[in-house]
């Protein structure tokens, strides 16, 4: 049986245009998932666009690792309410050849709002 080791990096998130907040600044967080499934979330950066985030995600599974889809949510980190969701994009691994210091667009309705930098490494491990 094989598996792959798939580690996901966070890099920063720049140039977020959008605010969720009247009177302050944003409080953003990624949420990283695969495949719809919630991988987890970056730590929140309190009153930072942009802000260097530098967190890492792993992911152990026996699918091919270009079959991943990824989904990022830019989010603002509220106290009193729910998070806002300022922006979102997606980054393709099986239509990417260089996974390493991608550039994710985020989008809010079609708009390019800012972009995160990320790079994703694989690890094939054989399991016996």
Avoid: C
Avoid at 40 to 52: N, Q, R, V, Y
Avoid at 81 to 108: C, P, R
């Amino acid at each position: 049986r094989q598996e792959t080791e798939k580690r996901d990096d966070k890099h920063t998130n720049n140039d977020i245009e959008r605010s969720t907040d009247i009177g302050s600044d944003i409080d953003p967080f990624v949420e990283v998932r695969a495949n719809q499934v919630l991988l987890g979330e970056t730590k929140p950066k309190t009153d930072m666009t942009p802000a260097s985030v530098e967190e890492s995600f792993n992911i152990k599974t026996e699918r091919n690792p270009r079959s991943i889809k990824l989904k990022f949510h830019l989010k603002d980190k509220d106290h009193m309410t729910d998070d806002d969701q300022i922006v979102h994009g997606y980054f393709d691994l099986a239509e990417e050849d260089n996974s390493m210091n991608q550039t994710v667009h985020l989008k809010w309705k079609v708009k390019e709002i800012g972009n995160i930098l990320i790079s994703v490494d694989f690890q094939n491990l054989v399991v016996m």
